[in-house]
Every structure is written in C-alpha cells, then in structure tokens.
C-alpha cells in the first residue's frame, strides 16, 4: 500500500494526461459537491424549523379548558370550567410514566396593556405562576440570582424571576435588579433572580417573562384554586401522544365532561408535531441522498470508463510487466488504486468545494442576520466520513471491471499489439 | 538447461486450425547461444513464446533446469518468467514513462528487491551495457541501439537462466545490430544462455548453433564456427 514505486506509478499514469483526469475527476468532484450542497441544505432547514421549537422538552403537551359542547349528568352544554390545583395529583394517581405536571397560570400575554410597574417605568410582559419543576420544561439560564423553589411555593412568597427583556425595560442599565421590587397590577414582588433564554427559545418575547410561585399568584390575583393550563411531560422512555388520552379522559371524568365531547378540553401535542417535523426531515436527508448518491454514480461510471480506456492504451505495457514477471494481482491492485485514488482526491475535493460553499452561505447568513425556517447549514463529521467510504467504495466498483479486463489479456496478446 | 519433447501447437482459426508446431524435440545446454532461424510463418515465433511461458503447447514436455513447465496458472507462469528467464524483443518494448534505470530495475522490483539495492543492481547492468550516463534518460532520448542495449541490460538484471530474444536486431541498422550482437556474445562469454530469433543469416551465424524451422518441424540443427561481431564494429 504504502509502495513509493507504486505511488510514483499512480502519480504518473494520471498525469500523463491532465486533461482526461481533471474531466473525469470532475464527474466525482460534482456528485459528491451535490450530496454534501443537499444535506447541508436539508439540515439548515431542519435547525431552522426545530428552532421554533427552542429548547422546550419536546415529549411535551399542553392542555386548557375549553367550553363543554354536550351536556351531561345534568349539566348544560356550554358550560364552562376550569382545572383545579388538585387535577395535578389526579393525573398523576392515575396516569403513570410522567415527568413533570406544570400547572400554570398566566397573566398579560402578547400585546397586552401595561401590567408592570417600576418607578416611573412600565411594561406589559407575560407573568406566570408556576411551580420549580416548570425550568425543564422550558429551559431557561439563570443570570443571577436563583430561580422558584418549594419554598417560595410552600410560603406563598411574593418573589419574581424576570426575564433579561424584562430587566432591559425597568432597570439601567447598570442597576442590579436582584432585591428591588416591581409592581405587577399593583401588588409588589421582589426580584431575586433573572434569566435568559437561548436566542432560539421563542425570541425576543421569550426574555420579557416574569416568573412568580404558583401559589402566590393565586392568592395575589385572585384565582383560588383554578389552574389556567397545564404543561404535562413524559418520561423519556414512552411518549406523550400515547399518554394524552388517558390523561383527557381522567379530566374529563373529573370534571364532569361528556366521554365523548372532544371539544371540552383543548390540548397541544408538541410530540406529535415534532415527530411529524422529524419524519419530514428524514425524508428530506433520503432524498439528498438519493440524488447526491445517483450524481455521483455517473461520475464513477466516468471513472469506470476512462479507467478502461487507461487499461486498453496500456495493454502493451501490461504485457511487458507481465513478461517480466509481474503478478496478475498486483496489475489488478495497481488499476484498484489508481480508481480509488482518483475518486477519493476528487471527491476530496467536492467536499472541500461543498464546505467553502456553505461557509459563504453561513457567513452569509451572519451578515444579514436570521433568515425564517433556515439557519446554519452545516454537515456533520459522520456525513463527511460517510461520505469518503462511499467515494472508496465506489472507487473500488469503478476500478474493478477494467482491472479485471488488465489481467485477463494475456501477455503474448499484449504484446502482440503494435 | 531447456529440454523440449514432441512438442505441439495449434491456432484455431475460425473453423479449421492451424497447426503451428508439429513435434520438435529440442535441447540447450548451459552457456549455449541458439539462433533459431526460419522464415516467417515457420514457427520460431510460437516455439520462443512457447519457451518463455508467455503460451502454452498443446501437448509435449517442457523441462526448464530441471523444472517441468506444466499447467502453470498465470501467476506460477509471472513467478517463473521472473525467475528464469529474460527477455529481449525485436521493438524494445520499454516501458516509455520510465527512465533507463528504472526499466532495468523492474524485474528486480517483481523479486521484491529492496529499492536501494535494485537502484544499484540496475546502475551495474547499465554500466555493463555502457549506457550509465544515459541512465536517468527516458526511451524517447534514447537511440534504437540504446533503447535494445537498455533491454538487454533490463533482460539481464534479474539474472535469468536463459536469455530469450526476438529478432533484437531487427528494427535495428546494420551496424547497430552488429554492436547488439557483440554485446549479446559478451553476455554469452560470462557463460549465459541464450536464444535468438532471427531470419538474417548474419546474425545467425554469430551465434554458436543454428537450429532451422520450417513448417512446424526442425530441418537442420547445427553448430558452426562463431563469427565475431567485433570486427564489424
């Protein structure tokens, strides 16, 4: 393998003429330039898509009330309703394999008036009552100070955690938000810690939140027992498309609601629509494939062809070698390198091609700032092995019939060919 | 050294064949030097492939110092041609991207001489043939007589039992055919044994032993009284 007459050999043939090899090569060079164009594509699409996922845990649902469509046990149709805070224990008495079961409340919400107030400052940000365990479910860093504890729940504190969006608005720029208070519709909270959230964790609305213990809100605004919604995720192993009916159906059994009014309780299956999101992807990395793959495959048949023609313009030469005695195996493992060779610089090449090409899209990208449903294209070191054992394989299938063809001319034949 | 019995072969050409060689029997000792003459058609050819294993007979024995040579697969044959023989051909056929040395080293590279030791082994056949300031040259800026000197010097590098030569002079001048035949009879001064086709009677009668060939059979085997090919050059 590592033969220096056999390389210099190697270096020889393909230099004797340029132009054919740069031809061919460039067969190798394009296809696997496509493949490396396509996944790169197909992933920046998917890491854009995924980014409005954000960081959020995907085996997640989300379920509200809703107004009741059917009557039952003598109640009217169009009631309304709302969980309470002891659903909670219900749902996890009775549905097993989950996580976390966040009930939640909230206050404000997107374009809503004014409901902070800091000084002569004001802001309308989301505020939510919550529970400790809701940071895993929707991850958030925090900058300073801690986040909600069980003792702030146990106690009914009146402590916040406010977004770095939220700090912005009310605080200099230099002032240390952690002990100050801020008025949320006129009752006071002290802030003892402020996050951020990754840039891809809901934008710029994700950092303008403001964090206050469950139960403290209830009892701040006044909403006793009720829960507002709730964030429900399963353990890693099962997932919670096929926990959610169950966890409906206890609902509604609680609550009074008609089996089958599917219209009562209104959830959102984030699992779902990340697997659907998921399955697209992997359907659109088969197609790269398959078209960078099939591209690639009449560059080889190029290298295939030349190949042969090399072996037939050298058949006298063969059959010198072989009158000197070489063996017929290492004439056959001089061809299959040479292909070898040949496909795998060029392919080194295309793959060299294909990065610079998406640096300049990235770089390009950077400069004009986040494009929707696209974000860093990008192929992964595995892509990139994966795709070199194929130019080796392939190099091999190329080189491998016009081998075979060297070594079954016999050398009174080669010879014989003036 | 080489011992041949009733040796036979035949070409199929399309619906008949053509009966090449029809029973030879034939014996070279060590440190003989055979012209094997015949016109064109005869046989010498076939009988010289046949000889350097580069084809095989119908039917007949082969013996090669000793060794029967006999259903060879095509990598015993490479293993054998390395070992035993070398050979010379009327059009050189050097390999045109190598330099001199560099031809002459390849057998040597097929007996998996280490690479310095080949370099040098080949410098030494080079300077034999007196081309060892040609010796980074390609065949392309080298002359007939250089190029054939070159392939005798490559014939001889990986010290064969038998020379074998197919009209070595007959792309060549007469006077550098001369010079390749007083280098051939050099080589077979040191004790060598070699075999020559040729259809010139010059160059026949340079050699120690002519063998005729007509039609497939041997109609004369003699030997004769050698003339020196020095006196031409």
Known sequence: MFNKDRWLEIIEVLTTNVWRTILTAFGVCWGIFILIVLLAAGKGLENGIKQDFGDIATNTMFMWTRATTRGYEGLPKGRSFEFKINDVQAIRDNVPDLRFISPRNQLGGFGGNNNVVRGIRTGAFNVYGDYPEIINQDPMAVTSGRFLNYNDINEKRKVAIIGQGVKNDLYDKDEDALGTYIKIQGVNFMVIGTYKKSN??????????????????????????????????????????????????????????????????????????YNRVESLFGALKAVAYIVGIMVLLSGIIGVSNIMLIVVKERTKEIGIRRALGEQPWSIKKQILMESIFLTLISGMVGIIFGSLVIYGINSLLDSIGPVDMFMSPSVSVGVVTGALTILIVSGLLAGFIPAQSAIRVRPIEALRTE | MIEIKDLHKSYKMGSNSLHVLKGINFKVEEGELVAIMGSSGSGKSTLLNILGMLDSADSGEYTLDGVPIKNLSETKAAQYRNKFLGFIFQSFNLINYKSALENVALPLYYQKVPRKERQEKAMKYLERVGLKPWADHLP???????????????????????????????????????????????????????????????????????????DGVIVEDKKIEQVRAEQYV
């Open chain 1, 200 to 273: 891809s964790g809901g934008g710029e609305e994700g950092q303008k939140e403001i964090f206050v213990p469950f139960t403290s809100f209830s009892q701040a605004f006044n909403r006793g027992e009720d829960v507002g919604w709730m964030a429900i995720t399963a353990n890693d192993g099962s997932s919670i498309s096929q926990l959610k009916d169950k966890i409906v159906e206890v609902m509604k059994k609680r609550h009074k609601v008609h089996p089958e009014d599917t219209r009562a309780i209104g959830y959102f299956d984030l699992y779902e629509q």
């Open chain 2, 140 to 214: 392309s800026e080298l002359s007939g007589g250089q190029k054939q000197r070159v392939a005798i010097a490559r014939a001889m590098a990986g010290e064969p039992k038998v020379l074998l030569a197919d009209e070595p002079t007959g792309a060549l001048d007469s006077k550098t055919s001369y010079e390749v035949m007083d280098l051939i009879q050099k080589i077979n001064d040191d004790g060598n044994t070699i075999l020559v086709v040729t259809h010139e009677e010059d160059i026949a009668h340079m050699c120690k032993r002519i063998v005729h060939l007509k």
